[in-house]
Nanobody
Framework: QVQLVESGGGLVQPGGSLRLSCATSGTIVSLNAMGWYRQAPGKQRKLVARITSGGSTIYADSVKGRFTISRDNAKNTVYLQMNSLKPEDTAVYYC?????????WGQGTQVTVSS
């Protein structure tokens, strides 16, 4: 069984930065994809960024140029560096791990961007 634990969320002013981390434990296979999703109140959970075990990345259009996803395969940890944060980035951010045919989710970490 895989467990994902997010950290690094919090309150930040517009224009500020935060770095989220997601540590995994359990059985991790070499071929997988890790990502970050977010869910704002009353809205659906949406993909923010994803990175494969080979290092390929995809980003939501709304965060391109501001967010960077990275991973440490030795530690099975994924990061999300968030710069130039905007109020519309406010949401609960969830870590996701896909190891076909299954996927796992973290418990989420709150990010609030407000002055």
């Amino acid at each position: 069984q895989v467990q994902l634990v997010e950290s690094g969320g919090g309150l930040v002013q517009p224009g500020g930065s935060l770095r989220l981390s997601c540590a995994t434990s359990g059985t991790i296979v070499s071929l997988n994809a890790m990502g970050w999703y977010r869910q704002a109140p009353g809205k659906q959970r949406k993909l923010v960024a994803r990175i494969t075990s080979g290092g390929s990345t995809i980003y939501a259009d709304s965060v391109k140029g501001r967010f960077t996803i990275s991973r440490d395969n030795a530690k099975n940890t994924v990061y999300l560096q968030m710069n130039s944060l905007k109020p519309e980035d406010t949401a609960v951010y969830y870590c996701n791990l896909v190891q076909l045919p299954t996927q796992s989710w973290g418990q989420g970490t709150q990010v609030t961007v407000s002055s």
